[in-house]
T-cell receptor, first 111, second 116 residues
Framework: AQSVTQLDSHVSVSEGTPVLLRCNYS??????LFWYVQHPNKGLQLLLK??????LVKGINGFEAEFKKSETSFHLTKPSAHMSDAAEYFC?????????FGTGTRLKVLA | DGGITQSPKYLFRKEGQNVTLSCEQN?????MYWYRQDPGQGLRLIYY???????QKGDIAEGYSVSREKKESFPLTVTSAQKNPTAFYLC???????????????FGEGSRLTVL
């Protein structure tokens, strides 16, 4: 069965330091993979997507993710955290007519 | 601008009442989805529809109903049979292609339902 595992439920970083949010997926094929961000009481906004083209994907607001098939991972990174990055982040995989969501990682950015 | 509109943003319901959440999209997407989000939890799929006049149950369909009479509309009714309806509800749409060719999900701003 397909699944998405976000390895950390909470991550805290200091402003200006790198961000790493980890995501592993399980699928019988190479799925489309997505990272979304959600601010409180808002819908989800797409940060970036992988659809079997380049394995290093650049997204909005300085985020990027690397698809590693051998490790079945799709970790999200950003070189320097900003206070406005504090939010919930979801890793999502495409399935058969449905999407599979990770349980989310709450990112806290310390001043 | 193209997007998804959910209404109302906030809704209060007395126990025993049915309520309907509206979801409209002008993205010309075939597929539409309803998700439920509880505090500190991820998204759980309630219902989805790949095409007009057709829809399927998701993982937590009990106590909910939907219709898909028009491509752009996918309303969700929370019935009195739903034992714990207080939650944040998100509607989404996509181009509908599945698997490795799937397009991204576009989300509305959500509707927060509180049972009094």
């Amino acid at each position: 069965a397909q699944s998405v595992t976000q390895l950390d439920s909470h991550v805290s970083v200091s402003e200006g330091t790198p961000v790493l949010l980890r995501c592993n997926y399980s699928s019988s094929y190479s799925p489309s993979l997505f990272w979304y961000v959600q601010h409180p009481n808002k819908g989800l906004q797409l940060l970036l997507k992988y659809t079997s083209a380049a394995t290093l994907v650049k997204g909005i607001n300085g985020f990027e993710a690397e698809f590693k098939k051998s490790e079945t991972s799709f970790h999200l990174t950003k070189p320097s955290a900003h206070m406005s990055d504090a939010a919930e982040y979801f890793c999502v995989s495409s399935g058969t007519y449905k999407y599979i969501f990770g349980t989310g990682t709450r990112l806290k950015v310390l001043a | 601008d193209g997007g998804i509109t959910q209404s109302p943003k906030y809704l209060f319901r007395k126990e025993g009442q049915n309520v309907t959440l509206s979801c409209e999209q002008n993205l010309n997407h075939d597929a539409m989805y309803w998700y439920r989000q509880d505090p500190g939890q991820g998204l759980r799929l309630i219902y989805y529809s790949q095409i007009v006049n057709d829809f399927q149950k998701g993982d937590i369909a009990e106590g909910y109903s939907v219709s898909r009479e028009k491509k752009e509309s996918f309303p969700l009714t929370v019935t009195s049979a739903q034992k714990n309806p207080t939650a944040f509800y998100l509607c989404a749409s996509s181009s509908g292609t599945s698997g490795r060719w799937a397009g991204e999900l576009f989300f509305g701003e959500g509707s927060r339902l509180t049972v009094l």
